[in-house]
């Protein structure tokens, strides 16, 4: 090519890039965003760590409060954050996962119908979490539980704060997680599974249950995994759907109010009448939480991405 | 089987048109079931909005309640004191409590959240990519009232000693705590949106003789710009919501002031901390309702807006 056929504008280009000053700085700046994310990280962990772990033994873990919650452990905390987020799990994962499955299998992409589920799905996982609280109150408690106890003829059974809408009210707002992350999940299984499957003669139904879901269960399992994490640490949605300040027994059924970790830190470090006295057991009960999920967050990244390997290294 | 006569058993087609039919119907059968699945997430939707309101509604509808909680009431009076002798709810205070704590809030975590994803999408060497990812899923697996737990115990303090605030709790202080609650929303969202964008992209421009830093800021950024706005909307939509932090860092005070480093009170606060003790059915309760019914209607119009980018970036990197 000769210089006559370059573009002008070519010609002009300086011979050696001089040196970008400007652009050092920033992007130099942007690499200081990064690490003061990770500083900040690295310093509520440290702080929690260092003042909890001390705390947390396996006496606190298994003890009543004692003494206005100032000193005992925390066992119906943790006995309550274990109902709340099972039985929220037996509520959500069946819908949930159906849900994923006619989007992903049965529905039309482009139809109507398929597009009001996505905006649905899409806009459930952005709604306030107190909102959600608002709607386990106006909805579970007062319309369907004051609803049942008339039709019962009972007092206030159902018409209560209780176990049961607040895991229902946990399991509405972790919907969309379950849905997106079953979906994922189906996306990961071979076509020609699916294809070896019906050309047997199996029906649809037959594929997804005995080829697809088998398949998809690790995938199912990180949206589950998830939302428990995300259920054992909302606090908002079961301020007034039934989370209870201090129980002196364990809820005994669905109908019951509970005590929970989040709620528990929630009230030590906002009422109670000596701050300093109940910093060790509030430390403690942060720690407890926070391994919680964090474990949980761990184990379903780590099956997350055995997954999307999976996914990787089929489409090479 | 054995004590039938195999003279008197229905030939092999007709059994295997009925198993097809039992089939068939099942096939009908579990097909509804999942749609009435799929369903549930519209119903769940819906419903939410549907209970809201209604409770809400006696402030527009019921003349006993508009006595004390009507919507004129809400703007012209100045004060929210909802347990006074004279219950007050003014909607101002809490307007620009929400206001406040959101800007300081967007302030820190847009900035640090963008940077911080051009940084790890255009510049971080492998290793230190593979290392800020999982932080930045830790960030987001804390829960909210963890991190009110800390604001309150601990940076409260800290704020206080740097700035000589007069009140340890503060919008300032509940604005931080916020922007690490969103920093992974805006962080995780403009991340992926700058690495859809394409290779031959940066190629192109990097041949044309421009630096790293110019390719970023001129070339991937603009291109994956719809993504980064749609990150900076869902981080904007969470922090206009998000309760536990404010509620518990804040101070919650409902004061009228363009000071940042005075108490606030915000709605979703106001919401969480009144509601345990109100009447079902009184003005106080309806009104707490409408707070959550703004709160509702403000994230879901930002989250749609959000969607609209989403859309945009996907079609524009389709099209490329």
Same mark, same amino acid.
């Given at each position: 090519?000769?210089?006559?056929?370059?573009?002008?504008?070519?010609r002009?280009l300086?011979?050696?890039?001089?040196?970008?000053?400007?652009?050092?700085?920033?992007?130099g700046?942007?690499?200081?965003?990064?690490?003061?994310v990770?500083?900040?990280?690295?310093?509520?962990?440290?702080?929690?760590?260092?003042?909890?772990?001390?705390?947390?033994?396996w006496e606190?873990?298994?003890?009543?409060p004692?003494?206005g919650?100032?000193?005992?452990?925390i066992?119906?905390?943790?006995?309550?954050?274990?109902a709340?987020?099972?039985?929220?799990?037996?509520?959500?994962?069946?819908?949930?996962?159906?849900?994923?499955?006619?989007?992903?299998?049965?529905?039309?992409?482009?139809?109507?119908?398929?597009?009001?589920?996505?905006?649905?799905?899409? !806009?459930?996982?952005?709604?306030?979490?107190?909102?959600?609280?608002?709607?386990?109150?106006?909805?579970?408690?007062?319309?369907?539980?004051? !609803?049942?106890?008339?039709?019962?003829?009972?007092?206030?059974v159902?018409?209560?704060?209780?176990?049961?809408?607040a895991?229902?009210?946990?399991?509405?707002? !972790?919907?969309?997680?379950?849905?997106?992350?079953?979906?994922?999940?189906?996306?990961?299984?071979?076509r020609?599974?699916?294809?070896?499957?019906?050309?047997?003669?199996?029906?649809?139904?037959?594929?997804?249950?005995?080829?697809?879901?088998?398949?998809?269960?690790?995938?199912?399992?990180?949206?589950?995994?998830?939302?428990?994490?995300?259920?054992?640490?909302?606090?908002?949605?079961?301020?007034?759907t039934?989370?209870?300040?201090?129980?002196?027994?364990?809820?005994?059924?669905?109908?019951?109010q509970?005590?929970?970790?989040?709620?528990?830190?929630?009230?030590?470090?906002?009422?109670?009448?000596?701050?300093?006295?109940?910093?060790?057991?509030?430390?403690?009960?942060?720690?407890?939480?926070?391994?919680?999920?964090?474990l949980? !967050?761990?184990?379903?990244?780590?099956?997350?991405?055995?997954?999307?390997?999976?996914?990787a290294?089929?489409?090479? | 089987?054995?004590?039938?006569?195999?003279a008197?058993?229905?030939?092999?087609?007709?059994?295997?048109?009925?198993q097809?039919?039992?089939?068939?119907?099942?096939?009908?059968?579990?097909?509804?079931?999942?749609?009435?699945?799929?369903?549930?997430?519209?119903?769940?939707?819906?419903?939410?909005?549907?209970f809201?309101?209604?409770?809400?509604?006696?402030?527009?509808?019921?003349?006993?309640?508009?006595?004390?909680?009507?919507?004129?009431g809400?703007?012209?009076?100045?004060?929210?004191?909802?347990?006074?002798?004279v219950?007050?709810?003014?909607?101002t205070?809490?307007?620009?409590?929400?206001?406040?704590?959101?800007?300081?809030?967007?302030?820190?975590a847009?900035?640090?959240?963008?940077?911080?994803?051009?940084?790890?999408?255009?510049?971080?060497p492998?290793?230190?990519?593979?290392?800020?990812k999982?932080?930045?899923?830790?960030?987001a697996?804390?829960p909210?009232?963890?991190?009110?737990?800390?604001?309150?115990?601990?940076?409260?303090?800290?704020?206080?000693?740097?700035?000589?605030?007069?009140s340890?709790?503060?919008?300032?202080?509940a604005?931080?705590?916020?922007?690490?609650?969103?920093?992974?929303?805006?962080?995780?969202?403009?991340?992926?949106?700058?690495?859809a964008?394409?290779?031959s992209?940066?190629?192109?421009?990097?041949?044309?003789?421009?630096?790293?830093?110019?390719?970023?800021?001129?070339?991937t950024?603009?291109?994956?710009?719809?993504?980064?706005?749609?990150?900076?909307?869902?981080?904007?939509a969470?922090?206009?919501g998000?309760?536990?932090?404010?509620?518990?860092?804040?101070?919650n005070?409902?004061?009228?002031?363009?000071?940042?480093?005075?108490?606030?009170?915000?709605?979703?606060?106001?919401?969480?901390?009144?509601?345990?003790?109100?009447?079902?059915?009184?003005?106080?309760?309806?009104?707490?309702?409408?707070l959550?019914g703004i709160?509702?209607?403000?994230t879901?119009?930002?989250?749609?807006?959000?969607?609209?980018?989403?859309?945009?970036?996907?079609r524009?990197?389709?099209?490329?």
């Open positions: 090519m000769t210089s006559s056929t370059l573009p002008a504008a070519l002009r300086p011979k050696a890039k001089p040196f970008d000053w400007g652009g050092r700085i920033f992007s700046l942007t690499g200081v965003a990064a690490l003061l990770v500083l900040m990280v690295v310093v509520i962990m440290g702080n929690i760590i260092f003042f909890g772990w001390r705390t947390v033994t606190f873990l298994t003890a009543m004692r003494e919650m100032t000193a005992g452990g066992f119906p905390a943790i006995f309550g954050t274990c709340l987020v099972i039985l929220m799990v037996v509520a959500l994962v069946p819908f949930g996962v159906g849900a994923a499955i006619y989007l992903h299998e049965y529905a039309r992409p482009d139809a109507w119908y398929t597009r009001a589920v996505r905006f649905s799905v899409n !806009n459930l996982a952005g709604v306030p979490s107190i909102v959600f609280g608002l709607f386990g109150l106006g909805f579970f408690i007062q319309f369907v539980g004051r !609803n049942l106890d008339r039709a019962l003829g009972l007092d206030v159902w018409g209560q704060p209780a176990l049961m809408w895991a229902l009210t946990l399991a509405l707002l !972790n919907l969309p997680v379950v849905i997106v992350t079953a979906e994922e999940a189906l996306r990961t299984v071979p020609e599974m699916r294809e070896a499957s019906l050309a047997l003669g199996a029906t649809h139904w037959q594929t997804i249950w005995s080829v697809l879901l088998p398949q998809a269960l690790p995938g199912i399992m990180t949206g589950a995994i998830l939302s428990v994490s995300r259920g054992a640490g909302e606090v908002a949605p079961i301020l007034f039934g989370a209870a300040y201090f129980l002196p027994y364990l809820p005994q059924l669905p109908t019951d509970f005590m929970e970790l989040g709620y528990h830190i929630f009230v030590l470090a906002t009422q109670s009448p000596d701050v300093e006295a109940t910093k060790p057991i509030l430390y403690g009960t942060v720690l407890v939480l926070l391994l919680l999920t964090l949980l !967050n761990l184990t379903a990244i780590l099956l997350r991405s055995r997954m999307r390997a999976r996914l290294g089929r489409t090479s | 089987m054995t004590t039938v006569p195999a008197s058993r229905p030939p092999l087609e007709a059994r295997a048109a009925k097809r039919r039992r089939l068939r119907w099942r096939e009908r059968g579990i097909t509804w079931l999942l749609r009435l699945c799929a369903f549930s997430a519209v119903a769940g939707l819906l419903l939410i909005m549907l809201v309101f209604r409770e809400a509604l006696p402030i527009l509808t019921d003349r006993e309640t508009q006595k004390e909680a009507s919507l004129r809400f703007f012209s009076t100045p004060l929210w004191q909802p347990v006074g002798a219950p007050k709810y003014g909607l205070p809490l307007l620009v409590g929400t206001l406040k704590v959101v800007l300081v809030a967007m302030g820190f847009v900035p640090i959240g963008v940077m911080a994803a051009i940084f790890a999408s255009e510049f971080a492998p290793k230190v990519r593979e290392l800020l999982p932080v930045i899923e830790i960030l697996g804390i909210s009232v963890v991190l009110g737990f800390f604001a309150l115990i601990v940076m409260a303090s800290w704020i206080q000693a740097v700035t000589g605030a007069p340890r709790l503060n919008a300032f202080n604005g931080i705590a916020l922007a690490l609650g969103i920093l992974p929303t805006v962080f995780t969202v403009s991340e992926d949106a700058l690495r964008v394409p290779r992209f940066r190629e192109a421009s990097l041949a044309l003789g421009a630096t790293r830093w110019q390719t970023a800021w001129n070339v950024l603009p291109a994956a710009g719809a993504g980064v706005a749609a990150g900076v909307l869902l981080g904007l969470r922090a206009v998000e309760t536990m932090i404010v509620l518990m860092a804040s101070g005070a409902a004061i009228t002031s363009a000071n940042i480093f005075d108490s606030v009170r915000t709605l979703s606060a106001s919401i969480a901390a009144e509601m345990a003790e109100v009447v079902v059915g009184s003005p106080h309760y309806s009104t707490l309702f409408f959550g709160l509702f209607v403000t879901f119009f930002i989250n749609v807006f959000a969607g609209l980018f989403v859309d945009r970036l996907r524009r990197l389709a099209g490329a």
